[in-house]
């Protein structure tokens, strides 16, 4: 199979810098989305600038400008989306809209990955919150890709193994209790974990 050009958002998070060192890897020619929005986060500028020297492209373009985002997409085959969609981080799944429209109008992207990589959201409807708005909003953004006839794969990674194994499957923490581990149901539920390079390799191949 030939390499595609791939434009990666969200590159300097938990997932997207995984993507792109994997798709570099893959010899894939890999661009990664530099937003304005950053500021002065120095972290963040640091990755990119460690993008660029491993190979990446750095391609400037702001949710704030309908314009850039369409000159960016233009020039790459995939878009990956990676933006976080955790409801008690920062929470961008309903951005990806405007990355629908661009993607749209550019009319050139063969295949769109949105920011899903965990459980299926069709099937979490019984979901309760505050955790079941990032399910909702995952599913306004199907809608809007389908309808637009974008080309797209839902990458459906179920849950984390560094999000929820350190800490038992406890929420609001990612390191083991020492007092109590709360049980959910009646404790004979199997669930499904996978480590993280996992579903990576599945996102870039």
Not at 77 to 93: A, E, K, L, P, Y
Not at 117 to 130: Q, S
Not at 187 to 200: D, E, P, R, S
């Amino acid at each position: 199979m030939g390499k595609s050009k791939v434009l990666v958002v969200g590159g300097t998070g938990y997932i997207g810098r995984r993507i792109v060192k994997a798709s570099l890897a893959e010899g894939h020619e890999t661009y990664v989305l530099q937003r304005p929005e950053i500021g002065l986060d120095i972290d963040k500028l640091q990755i990119l600038l460690s993008f660029k020297k491993q190979g990446a492209h750095l391609i400037e373009g702001s949710f704030n400008d309908h314009k850039s985002l369409v000159d960016a997409v233009k020039q790459v085959d995939v878009v990956i989306c990676t933006m976080s969609g955790v409801h008690f981080r920062s929470h961008n799944i309903l951005l990806q809209l405007k990355l629908v429209e661009a993607i749209k109008e550019a009319g050139n992207v063969k295949r769109f990955l949105p920011s899903e990589f965990g459980m299926d959201p069709a099937r979490m409807g019984h979901a309760l919150e505050p955790g079941r708005v990032t399910f909702d909003e995952k599913m306004v953004v199907r809608k809007a890709i389908e309808e637009a006839n974008i080309p797209f794969t839902y990458v459906i990674a179920n849950c984390f193994a560094g999000y929820f194994v350190g800490n038992l499957s406890q929420l609001g923490r990612l390191t083991p209790p020492k007092d109590k581990v709360y049980l959910y149901g009646d404790g004979n539920v199997k669930g499904t974990f996978i480590y993280l390079l996992n579903a990576i390799n599945t996102c870039i191949n």
